[in-house]
């Protein structure tokens, strides 16, 4: 018998459609305008002076010592690290606790729960920033850390939620179960069986909202004080009082912030998996 010869199937060629053409022309306009603004501040905080030339007449670093002391850059740190440490902590030890109640438990309103967790991280902070500081000030937390820190948990406790919610329930219940059986109180279950399979959660919260805190301006802006302020708010000033100090200045403390914020993006893509930050709702049983 002589074995048939399968004809081989013809390649497909890759053919760029006009609106392929467009759509990658405007990305890549895009990334040459971004990468063109931020090479211009970086270049412009190591200048000498730049005037119609296409580089600084001479390179320095005394920009950023002097956006050091002006600014006051040692205490603004300080502040925005307490700031996002305090977030963090208590956004954790709130949101995780929430979370195992709504991966655990199915309620009628179940969805309009998530729904309202969803609605501080989809609308723009400004939208209730505005009404959530006027609160603080009449109780005298506004103007102040704790006011600054009361608004960045509004959003932060349901980021956490949200978070831990799908870590949670890829926990199978029968192993907290098992524990009950083997005479296992709650506190144990918590602290020896669930905190360990929920490491990667915890710290991919943590590292999210930290980011997230030393990010957000609007809450920040709206409930700080003089002695309160995180390096995103002191940047914001600096760049409107400009006309009084050198710009070079100015474009230091940019770069410190960018770098800052690189950062720490760079370490959350290191710990966290974003396919895991999506929630899914547990179907009822029937």
Do not use: C
């Not at 409107?240 to 410190?256: E, K, N, T």
Request: charged content about 10%; proline content about 7%; overall charge positive.
């Amino acid at each position: 018998m002589t074995a048939t010869a399968v004809p081989a199937k013809p390649r497909r060629s890759l053919k760029a459609t006009p609106t392929a053409w467009v759509i990658w022309a405007a990305v890549v306009f895009f990334f040459i305008n971004l990468a063109g603004i931020v090479g211009s501040v970086l270049v412009s905080s190591f200048g000498k002076s730049w005037f119609d030339t296409w580089l600084p007449s001479g390179f320095t670093t005394q920009w950023y010592g002097d956006a050091w002391r002006e600014f006051g850059l040692l205490q603004v740190v300080t502040v925005t690290l307490l700031v996002s440490a305090l977030v963090v902590i208590l956004s954790v030890l709130i949101g995780a606790p929430a979370a195992y109640v709504l991966a655990r438990q199915n309620f009628p309103a179940k969805r309009l729960v998530y729904l309202t967790f969803l609605l501080p991280i989809l609308m723009p902070p400004i939208t209730y920033g505005i009404p959530l500081a006027t609160v603080l000030y009449k109780f005298g937390f506004a103007g102040h850390l704790s006011g600054v820190v009361l608004a960045n948990l509004v959003p932060s406790v349901p980021f956490v939620i949200l978070t831990m919610t799908p870590f949670i329930e890829q926990v199978d219940p029968r192993v907290e179960s098992a524990a009950r059986m083997l005479g296992a109180g709650t506190r144990a279950i918590f602290l020896k069986i669930l905190a360990p399979l929920l490491v990667p959660g915890l710290l991919a919260s943590a590292i999210l909202v930290l980011v997230r805190t030393v990010g957000m301006f609007e809450l920040t802006f709206l409930t700080a004080g003089p002695d309160s302020q995180t390096l995103v708010v002191a940047l914001y000033y600096s760049m409107s009082a400009a006309g009084i100090r050198a710009q070079q200045s100015v474009d230091a403390m940019a770069v410190i912030y960018t770098s800052m914020m690189l950062v720490l993006l760079v370490v959350a893509l290191r710990f966290v998996n974003p396919t895991q930050l999506v929630a899914r709702v547990k179907e009822e049983p029937e």
